[in-house]
């Protein structure tokens, strides 16, 4: 397909472009295959605006006499408005808007043509490979070792080819345990707790259904884990009432006749729809501006989007607790495992490990836990808070780990490597993006569409030290310690990094973290003269004290 077709007026002359925050501007409106560009050409100062297609969530189309307005409405959450002249340029300007912001083919998405213009000093596609951080586990353990098991995607298509088990599992019964396990997501290694050797693993329900259905191996895997005489926790993101009912369809949970060393706590965490709908509310809530404070806060509370984050941020201070307080190792899954698993394997290693909130760690932790884990990224992130269609598979799963992440960095400001601008970054890379880090549902798709090959990796461009130093926290200090965050709800704030910032200016915001930086610049310079002064009052010390000893005793 030719993009062309779908571009019936690739440019049109005086149009008005409106933005939050900044005065009207009149220009030119350009499309292409992969982006609207509005250019100003103003002599004084040329202002340029290029949006990706599919960062688009939705249009709006309104007329008055020849004068057509489209609005625009953004997968970043932004909402920008343009005024075109002429009502046969609006509508096919609209019409191919829709239709380029709609493509059903991911090969026809920018990343496949996107060409950078900076040199790539690394290759993010093989940045954070499974044999690298084997290494690192290796270094301290000898128990695991790495399968191969599933390299051409046959035993479960929604992980990596390779996986970390225990070593006393030989291939033979991983695969039969994934016959017994949802969508064939045996249970693999997530987490090594260094300080205790207790671990943390992922997988999918059993499929024990109505018949108590079992698996000797599934047992046997997991029951290697644990220390002798130690109990383990496997803890079921779904409420009792919802994994029953799952045993109706085939499903279920772990029986404890079946796995008596294993106490099982269920966790109740929302998903699919419930999770979209909760985005929509606080979206709306945030850009209705009429509100007086009642409105405003029985709004936000009907979101219940900080419910969510709640349930999330306990549910991974529980699993983080029993590794690291109670010595027990756990065993985490809902339905599927690509989602709220997702969200507390990763937390719970964002409380444990420091490694976790460095830049290059929580690229690792990203990359390990929802890319290689297989969260379905294309699916979860097709439409965000703006989007017409109601999809069943969109949910904003991603995002509420970010915005957990970013609850717990607001505690402990000291304790990240990385900034909020950083996890602001990869929520919008997430929904759109030049790189072809986030496209497709798992590794398997990856691998069929040859993202590697064909497509740039965002960690390729994050980590070149220029836009690194955007990303980097002033006042990080390296912290080996567990943190525990507060999961109290006077504790829970509303991101307004993500949700108010296309709604109030952050000039001032933005001024006092400057003022900040260049407090903290002038901090170290201080430093730099005051240990300069101290070795040279050393010096000096030094040869007063030479000479005293060189001198005459007096008679």
């Known amino acids: 397909m030719e993009f062309a077709e779908l571009i019936k007026t690739p440019r049109a002359d005086n149009v008005i472009l409106h933005r939050p925050f900044y005065p009207l501007v009149e220009g030119t409106l350009c499309l292409t295959g992969h982006h609207l560009i509005f250019s100003s050409r103003r002599q004084d100062n040329v202002e340029e605006l290029w949006l990706l297609h599919s960062n688009i969530d939705s249009i709006e189309k309104r007329f008055l006499g020849s004068l057509g307005t489209i609005i625009i409405k953004c997968k970043d959450l932004r909402i920008i408005q343009l005024d075109i002249p002429g009502m046969e340029e609006s509508l096919n300007i609209a019409s191919s808007i829709e239709a380029l912001s709609t493509l059903d083919s991911i090969t026809l998405m920018y990343p496949f043509f996107y060409r950078p213009m900076f040199e790539v000093i690394e290759d993010g596609w093989h940045s954070f490979l ?103 926790y496997i803890i079921d993101t779904r409420s009792l009432n919802i994994a029953q009912q799952a045993r109706a369809k085939g499903g279920g949970f772990e029986q404890e006749a079946h796995y008596p060393q294993w106490r099982r706590i269920h966790k109740s965490i929302e998903r699919y729809n419930i999770l979209q709908e909760s985005l929509i509310k606080l979206v709306e809530a945030c850009n209705d501006q009429s509100h007086n404070m009642d409105r405003w806060l029985s709004k936000l509370e009907a979101s219940n989007w900080l419910t969510h984050i709640k349930e999330i941020l306990t549910t991974a201070c529980l699993a983080a607790q029993c590794i690291d307080r109670e010595g027990a190792s756990v065993l985490v899954h809902g339905t599927e495992g690509t989602d709220s698993t997702l969200q507390v394997t990763s937390l719970a290693q964002i409380i444990l490990d420091p490694r976790c909130r460095t830049i290059r760690g929580f690229e690792a ?52 490597e990385f900034n909020y601008h950083f996890l602001i970054m990869l929520f919008e890379h997430s929904y759109a993006s030049q790189f072809g880090t986030f496209l497709g549902n798992n590794e398997n798709e990856r691998c069929k569409l040859k993202l590697p090959q064909k497509t740039m990796s965002l960690w390729s461009w994050v980590n070149r030290p220029e836009e690194l130093s955007r990303f980097k926290n002033p006042l990080f200090e390296a912290n080996s310690l567990v943190i525990w965050p507060s999961v109290a709800p006077q504790s829970l704030q509303l991101w307004e990094g993500v949700f108010l910032r296309w709604n109030r200016s952050s000039k001032f915001l933005d001024e006092s973290y400057e003022e900040m930086i260049n407090i903290i610049k002038y901090n170290k310079e201080l430093q730099v003269k005051v240990n300069m002064l101290r070795r040279q009052l050393a010096e000096l010390e030094t040869d007063d004290s030479a000479q005293d000893d060189g001198m005459p005793e007096s008679p």
């Open 130 to 232: 499974p044999e690298q951080e084997f290494e690192l586990l290796s270094s301290v353990t000898n128990e695991w070792r790495l399968s191969y098991v599933n390299k051409d995607f046959s035993i479960c298509p929604s992980y990596p080819p390779i996986v970390t088990v225990p070593k006393s599992i030989d291939d033979e019964s991983l695969c039969k345990v994934a016959t017994f396990r949802h969508g064939g997501r045996f249970p693999v290694l997530s987490y090594y707790h260094k300080k205790n050797g207790m671990v943390m693993m992922r997988s999918s329900q059993p499929l024990t259904g109505t018949n108590g259905r079992r698996c000797k191996e599934d047992e046997k895997l997991i029951n290697a884990t644990l220390r002798a005489g130690k109990r383990g």
């Open 365 to 416: 932790l990203v990359e390990r836990e929802w890319l290689q884990a297989g969260h379905p990224f294309q699916l979860r992130c097709a439409q965000s808070a703006y989007s017409n269609s109601k999809q069943k598979w969109e949910a904003p799963v991603f995002l509420l780990f970010l915005d957990c992440v970013w609850q717990i960095l607001r505690q402990f400001p000291c304790s990240f």
